[in-house]
């Protein structure tokens, strides 16, 4: 059992520098969400339909000679952009529509067979490997972006009902609205540096709000602890002392989480470099929000109790 210091609450005031980190998270939420409202995210195939091939290269082939050879086909907005290390490149385009879906498989077929047509023969001497070809369809990918959002607001209001029930109401605001941020804020971030956010992505911001829920809880958990051993203290020592005591914990945690998603973003690519790049941004704000949005927010939830108590009994006086 822990043995308290009732005259200390630990090494580091949290709490007193609350509102401060409290105003720069409100900052930033309302400015990513802006941003993200202004800009709009940078969806990939999986979500906006299109086609999508890797193409691999022997020798060395620029994208400029790429980009100019897909481009003479004249078969709409067509994209270019490397992959790994070098001679290997992503081609990307939305495709046009039939009148019919036959009609419209047919002319990405046709189109697809051209595109192939057109590599082999102006890269023959540099061995072109068509990789792979991945193909969504507008209809399928708004499907997808529909059933995404649903997702993580029902993954959202599940943790809210969870925590209210595992803890006591005023526990479950900090929860969700430390959730949100941090997936927010990631979102941003990763729509700011110019990569796409496809269902891959998607399933690393629902791991990253698992991952901030658990650090969350814990951080529940002590100070629910820390409380039934100082009955006699107010909330900001309670908060403050939980948070000194679960610091080295969670900066461990955290710490090896963000030191094997750098390493995966610096070694990896493609996906799983996205993916990594996705966590370690999530990691940071994660372990920020756990200590400077969630617990404070608990304090802010009890003061918001007592005034209500307070002008309960003063309308029934």
Avoid at 21 to 39: E, Q, R
Avoid at 71 to 95: A, C, H, K, M, P
Avoid at 292 to 313: D, F, I, N, Q
Wanted: aromatic share 10%; with cysteine.
């Amino acid at each position: 059992m822990s043995v308290f210091n009732e005259n200390s609450y630990g090494r580091f005031d949290f709490v007193g520098k609350a509102w401060l980190f409290g105003g720069i998270s409100l900052i930033l939420t309302v400015a990513s969400l802006i941003y993200l409202a202004v800009a709009g995210l940078n969806y990939g195939i999986d979500f906006k339909g299109g086609t999508e091939i890797q193409v691999k290269f022997d020798q060395g082939v620029t994208i400029e000679q790429v980009r100019d050879t897909v481009t003479s086909l004249n078969l709409g907005d067509v994209g270019v952009q490397s992959f790994g290390e070098g001679n290997e490149y992503i081609i990307r385009f939305q495709g046009r529509e039939g009148a019919t879906d036959k009609e419209t498989n047919e002319i990405l077929n046709k189109d697809l067979t051209v595109i192939r047509e057109s590599i082999t023969k102006t890269f023959a001497a540099s061995n072109p490997d068509i990789r792979r070809v991945d193909t969504v369809g507008p209809q399928v990918g708004a499907e997808l972006k529909r059933n995404g959002l649903l997702a993580v607001f029902y993954c959202l209001l599940v943790i809210l009902i969870y925590v209210a029930l595992r803890f006591d109401y005023k526990y479950a605001p900090g929860a969700v609205l430390c959730l949100f941020h941090d997936a927010v804020i990631t979102l941003a971030v990763f729509n700011l540096v110019g990569k796409e956010v496809n269902v891959a992505i998607l399933a690393a911001i629902m791991t990253l709000i698992g991952f901030s829920l658990n650090d969350t809880i814990v951080v529940f958990d002590r100070i629910r602890e820390v409380e039934g051993h100082s009955t006699d203290k107010g909330s900001k020592f309670i908060i403050n002392r939980s948070i000194n005591e679960m610091l080295i914990r969670t900066l461990i945690t955290s710490g090896s989480t963000f030191v094997s998603a750098i390493c995966l973003y610096i070694f990896a690519d493609g996906t799983v470099e996205d993916i990594a790049f996705a966590i370690s941004v999530g990691v940071f704000f994660g372990t920020y929000s756990s200590i400077y949005v969630a617990a404070p927010l608990v304090m802010a939830m009890e003061k918001l109790g007592a005034m209500r108590k307070s002008a309960t009994k003063a309308a029934r006086a």
